[in-house]
């Protein structure tokens, strides 16, 4: 199972991009890289999902270089209510639910 | 269908007594999982099914966790004499066979046991 590093903790302000970087040095083949934000109380929610170079919804952007050693959540213009915990997960697109290894996540706190 | 649905939200009990949490996933789903989560970490996964097949369970805690989905609907998650060390929120989750973006979690049970 690729294990995933990401910072323990992150500050922004109201209105600012925030990138969460995450590193993923024993990605396999057939793994996907997803994104997960998690409020106080409740369930992680799904963000995004990639492969490989860029994906966007309406929520966030996935960067992911050509090596898919890492990748980067982008969060475009944060404001108070995307305050939350961040996870990255990597594995195989229609196994990884037995295999997710959610770590600390990254504890993301906008300030106002 | 709403989402993924957990019962009770919280729960106090007893060192010592048995708890029983219910899970029901969204309908098309056929995969349910079940998780545990410490503060400040992340959900650990304890155990999944397909259908009615409990299909990895080496995963769950100990002999006094026990996980049922008999019709491959609902599930519920049991944990006979509970211990201190078992205060946490179990969170449940299910998605379509293909995997892929479908994983959705409920909001949880928070056990505590005093």
């Known amino acids: 199972l690729a294990k995933t590093t990401q910072p323990i903790s992150m500050d922004s302000y109201e209105g600012q991009e925030v990138n969460i970087t995450c590193s993923h040095n024993?990605?396999?083949?057939?793994?996907?890289i997803t994104w997960y934000q998690q409020f106080p109380s409740q369930g992680p929610r799904f963000i995004i999902q990639?492969?490989?170079t860029k994906v966007t919804n309406e929520v966030a952007s996935l960067f992911i270089p050509a090596d898919r050693k890492s990748s980067t959540l982008s969060l475009p213009r944060v404001s108070l209510s995307d305050t939350a915990v961040y996870y990255c997960?990597?594995?195989?697109?229609?196994?990884?639910?037995?295999?997710?290894?959610f770590g600390p996540g990254t504890r993301l706190s906008v300030l106002p | 269908d709403t989402g993924v649905s957990q019962d009770p939200r919280h729960k106090i009990t007893k060192r010592g007594q048995n708890v029983t949490f219910r899970c029901d996933p969204i309908?098309?789903?056929?995969?349910l999982y079940w998780y545990r989560q410490t503060l400040g970490q992340g959900p650990e996964f304890l155990t999944y099914?397909?259908?009615?097949?409990?299909?990895?369970k080496s995963r769950l805690l100990s002999d006094r966790f026990s996980a049922e989905r008999p019709k491959g609907s609902f599930s519920t998650l049991e944990i006979q004499r509970t211990e201190q060390g078992d205060s946490a929120m179990y969170l449940c989750?299910?998605?379509?066979?293909?995997?892929?973006?479908?994983?959705?979690f409920g909001s949880g049970t928070r056990l505590t046991v005093v």
């Open positions: 024993n990605i396999a083949t057939n793994d996907y």
């Open positions: 309908s098309e789903h056929n995969r």
């Open positions: 990639g492969y490989k």
């Open positions: 997960l990597v594995g195989d697109r229609d196994n990884y639910g037995q295999n997710f290894v």
């Open positions: 989750a299910s998605s379509p066979p293909w995997g892929g973006d479908g994983y959705t």
């Open positions: 099914f397909q259908n009615e097949a409990q299909l990895e």
